[in-house]
């Protein structure tokens, strides 16, 4: 079975930055967009990133010009880098991967991202 396996996640002090792993294991096949969504405590999960299969980004509203996404294909990983951060940005962060051929897709367990002094 495809497992997303997160990792990066943290406490980081306002300002700071952290960067987020995801590397999918298992039979998986074409690959398409990948992303990363986050879930702050009592709200919606909401679009952080995603970058497609021709290295196409987009960004949510709150972090453009703060974070990066980004992918290794041979790995089959996708990357978040998070430049300073803000305490709105806490939130369990969860990668994303579309499998064009299974024309499914596959959700990481959430890693915790904690930003505050």
């Known amino acids: 079975q495809v497992q997303l396996v997160e990792s990066g996640g943290g406490f980081v002090q306002p300002g700071g930055s952290l960067r987020l792993s995801c590397a999918a294991s298992g039979s998986i096949f074409r690959i398409g967009t990948m992303g990363w969504y986050r879930q702050a405590l009592g709200k919606e999960r909401e679009l952080v990133a995603t970058?497609?299969?021709?290295?196409?980004?987009n960004y949510g509203d709150s972090v453009k010009g703060r974070f990066t996404i980004s992918r290794d294909n041979a790995k089959n990983t996708v990357y978040l880098q998070m430049n300073s951060l803000k305490r709105d940005d806490t939130a369990v962060y969860y990668c994303?991967?579309?499998?064009?051929?299974?024309?499914?897709?596959?959700w990481g367990q959430g890693t915790q991202v904690t930003v505050s002094s």
């Open positions: 994303w991967m579309v499998s064009t051929f299974a024309d499914s897709d596959y």
């Open positions: 970058i497609t299969s021709r290295a196409t980004t």
